[in-house]
């Protein structure tokens, strides 16, 4: 299976598929719902396995993402929080590259 979906759609999609007794060999996701956290926990077992065609997530090895350390301190400094998807990574990034393109102008 491969989806793209929402959070809502994609924990429906488990909640029917559970239902229904559709087990599919592999599911790769795109798009939000199979990037948060929430997603999994609110799925539970169904989403281990789950492919997530994405963008980097702030779990990622630091080692391959220099500055991640920096981001993720200043973000739960800012929310009180952990980021909830790479969504607050990838416009983290985006505005810096933005940033240092205009002041190399």
């Known amino acids: 299976v491969l989806q793209t979906a929402y959070q809502n759609d994609a924990i429906l999609y488990f909640s029917q598929a559970r239902a229904a007794g559709f087990k599919p ?11 948060l ?13 789950v492919f997530d065609l994405d963008f980097p997530q702030a ?5 391959g993402a220099p500055g991640l350390d920096k981001f ?13 998807s790479g969504h607050s990574l990838t416009n983290y990034v985006g505005a810096k590259a ?3 393109a205009i002041a190399n102008a």
Request: aromatic share 12%; charged share 20%.
């Open 25 to 35: 060999k592999v599911v790769i996701g795109a798009g939000g719902g199979y990037s």
């Open 37 to 49: 956290a929430d997603t999994a926990k609110a799925v539970g077992a169904d989403m281990n396995g």
């Open 59 to 63: 779990s990622i090895n630091p080692a």
């Open 72 to 84: 993720l301190e200043a973000y739960k400094t800012t929310y009180k929080s952990d980021p909830q």
């Open 98 to 100: 933005f940033f240092e």
